[in-house]
């Protein structure tokens, strides 16, 4: 009987080494798949370009704002990472101890973090001292309580034979999410046709308390001389001035540092991620091209960061409207401005208009007794044809009619000059320009002085280009000429009307030299045909006397020409309005030779800008003078002088409301203007904005009034 016990022990003392020397092999031999990036059990990353970012709800679940959470937090809105066994083995080949987890060099963001070691020998006792204290026993698995910062983990172990050995891990434990800030979008406002810039302040914080990041330590050996091997945690030696919070004397403590930057947008049709590859230094931008947004479209975006130990932060959700262009007025064809014809049932025709959203357009036409265009006689709306003749139920009295068109994109209009015409049975005036005279007269000037320069449609001694053609039934016509404004160049170079000078002949059509006229902004100055009759011919030749003083270029200006019939004197005056009743002024502007008064004082030579940068705004107030009409116009110079047509519904405030935008670098080499107006619900209309590459581009040299003070505009 006593050898069967004896036996049997044996057995079960061979059983209990098996399982043990078994237990070890096993423990030697774990491993686990390794994670890439931030993928974890249970949750997808979602790919865009070379950055792995969480793909999560909130993207189809809009609005949020912002918040920061790391991964101990909401699992609905962050990834879990997997403990233990998150990665490769971290061995020690001298010492035989396999430490799984922490990792050596790695960022958590958590303090409690399991403790996953193992050796192929068999320990009999092990211990871990934490950041130089005490040494604590333990059985394989545990857990520890880390600090925040940088943390220095000893593991021993001591086996059978009494042997003891060690092995020493470095790990950073970071609590802080990420910070954004200064979220902005470029150019504003932004248009269908625009690359659009989007640009946050983004960088890595530290733990609480500490407020920097991301900071380099390199720890020596500690008192003890228990081994602290170096850390791994790069990046600056010195707190970022733009976290905030920094406190004087706080403790360093470093960040892990950012691991992805990507932006959150809808400007597909659909919430989609995109990395963020471009910065300089702290400053992240990502720029969406032409064609990805469509007009009066509401744009959603916000930035999202994430640091290498798996903190993570979305900045509050920003929106914007792909702004609208107003669609250029339409030009008024016919029946021609104080023209006469004879139908009770005359056809209007206008020039199409030009929409730089390529939205669709249609037209309004009015047709009153007054040229306000409130004692309306016809209101034909929403016509999809520039063109239209009324009916036998529409047909006008006798008299003298004013006529405007509204051109409309749906989201906003423009309307055009009103022109004027007269019924009168059996009588009708039309006058036709050639292609060249209704184009503007231009001159190439390259050589200083120039005395009598001739104009480019001249032809020199030959045919000229610029003539006139006159058509008109039931009465003798006189024929004006006038000069719509002075010369300029596209750089905004003038020349004073003064030094323009023309021909006229009836009948030659090569216009041989004869006096020579000058030129004025008022018809009746210029009185060329009296009591002309139908098919009279009128020939042109234009003539500019150029100092040397002058800059060289192209210089050009428009002529209109006016037939009425014999003896009705037209009075068309514009009388120019330089000095605002009240301007004030918002920004920060370049300096004392280039400030706000500047935009203001009447010289066009001078002008205001915004500091680089900067974004500044003048605010100008015109009351009314007594006796003006709709048509007349804003003079505005940036790097060139534009006449800019007032719509009717700034037109009808009182005072008039305007305001100029200086914009000077908002997005690297992004200059330029935009002149506005009030209108009668307290929007701003934009009437001109400048191009945006040229650094002087953001000049404000000059603005005006040429009010109308005539019975037709």
């Known amino acids: 009987m006593s050898s069967y016990i004896e036996r049997m022990s044996n057995k079960k003392l061979f059983s209990l080494l098996f399982l043990v020397l078994l237990f070890a092999f096993m423990a030697n031999h774990i491993q686990e798949a390794s994670i890439t990036g931030f993928q974890s059990s249970g949750q997808t990353t979602e790919k865009a370009g070379d950055a792995a970012m969480p793909k999560k709800s909130i993207f189809q679940n809009l609005p949020f704002f912002g918040w920061g959470k790391n991964k101990d937090g ?25 430490i799984y987890y922490p990792k050596n060099n790695k960022a958590y963001n958590k303090t409690v973090l399991d403790l996953n070691v193992s050796s192929p020998k068999i320990i009999v006792l092990w211990s871990y001292s934490l950041n130089n204290q005490a040494n604590i026993t333990f059985v394989p698995n545990t857990t520890i309580t880390a600090s925040v910062g940088v943390n220095n983990l000893i593991v021993y172990a ?34 269908n046709d625009n690359n659009v810039t989007f640009s946050a302040i983004i960088f890595d914080r530290g733990s609480p308390g500490v407020e920097i990041g991301p900071v380099s330590f390199m720890f020596e050996a500690s008192p003890s001389g228990s081994p602290n091997p170096a850390g791994a945690f790069g990046g600056s030696s010195s707190p970022s001035n733009n976290d905030p919070g920094l406190q004087s004397g706080s403790q360093i403590v470093p960040s892990s540092g950012l691991q992805a930057v990507w932006i959150s947008g809808n400007w597909t049709g659909t919430w989609e991620n995109f990395t963020v590859k471009s910065h300089a230094g702290e400053f992240y931008f990502y720029t969406v091209t032409v064609g990805n947004f469509s007009n ?93 003749t009324l009916t036998a139920i529409e047909q006008l009295a006798d008299g003298v009619y004013y006529w405007q068109i509204i051109t409309n994109d749906s989201y906003s209009m423009n309307i055009s000059n009103v022109s004027q ?61 006038r000069a719509d404004a002075n010369l300029e160049t596209s750089g905004g170079d003038s020349i004073e009307l003064e030094n323009e000078k023309f021909t006229v002949n009836l009948i030659d059509s090569s216009v041989p030299e004869g006096v020579k006229f000058s030129l004025t902004k008022n018809y009746e100055d210029n009185k060329i045909g009296v009591n002309a009759s139908s098919g009279a011919s009128f020939y042109f030749k234009f003539y500019l006397d150029v100092a040397a003083s002058q800059s060289p270029g192209i210089y050009s200006n428009n ?47 001078s002008f205001g800008s915004a500091a680089l940068g900067q974004i500044t705004t003048v605010y100008i107030n015109y009351t009314k003078q007594t006796e003006v009409f709709l048509g007349s116009k804003w003079q505005v110079k940036d790097r060139i002088i534009t006449n800019l047509t007032i719509p009717l519904s700034c037109f009808s405030e009182d005072p008039l409301r305007f305001r100029a935008m200086s914009l000077n670098n908002i997005v690297p080499n992004i200059y330029s203007t935009h002149w506005d107006c009030g209108d009668n619900t307290g929007t701003w209309i934009n009437l001109r904005v400048s191009d945006s590459i040229n650094p002087e581009n953001h000049n404000l040299y000059e603005e005006g009034i040429y009010w109308n003070k005539s019975n037709f505009p």
Not at 369 to 379: A, F, K, L, Q, W
Not at 430 to 442: D, M, Q, Y
Not at 568 to 588: H, K, L, M, R
Not at 590 to 598: L, R
């Open 559 to 605: 002529i209109t020409i006016l037939a009425v019939p014999a003896d009705t004197v037209p009075v068309y005056n514009f009388v120019i309005e330089e000095n605002p009743d009240v301007s004030s002024c918002d920004g920060a502007w370049s300096g004392a030779a280039s400030n706000c008064s500047e935009v203001t004082d009447g010289d066009y030579n």
């Open 158 to 191: 001591k086996d059978t034979l009494n042997n003891e050995t060690h092995e020493s891990i470095q790990f950073l434990v970071d609590l802080r999410t990420p910070f954004i800030k200064n979220q902005t979008k470029t150019p504003e406002p932004s248009y």
């Open 421 to 481: 015409f007269e019924i009168i049975p059996g009588q009708s005036i039309s006058l036709s320009l050639s292609e060249k005279l209704a184009t503007g007269i231009t001159w190439n000037v390259t050589f200083l002085p120039a005395v009598n320069l001739s104009a480019e449609g001249n032809n020199n001694t030959g045919v000229t280009g610029y003539d006139a053609f006159l058509l008109a039934t039931g009465t003798d016509v006189d024929v004006y000429i």
């Open 296 to 388: 009066q479209e509401q744009v959603g975006w916000f930035f999202n960061a994430n640091d290498t130990a798996g903190n993570e932060f979305n900045a509050p959700l920003q929106n914007f409207t792909v702004a609208n262009r107003p669609p250029q007025p339409s030009s008024l064809i016919e029946p021609p401005n104080n023209s006469v014809v004879s139908t009770n049932q005359p056809s209007f025709n206008w020039s199409d208009g030009i929409d730089l959203d390529n939205d669709t357009l249609t037209y309004n036409l009015f047709v009153a007794t007054d040229p306000s265009i409130e004692s309306i006689v016809v209101s034909k709306i929403g016509l999809n044809q520039s063109n239209y």
């Open 74 to 98: 909401d699992s609905s809105k962050v990834l879990q990472f997997p403990q233990p066994n998150d990665g490769d083995i971290i061995a020690s080949a001298a010492s035989g101890i396999n």
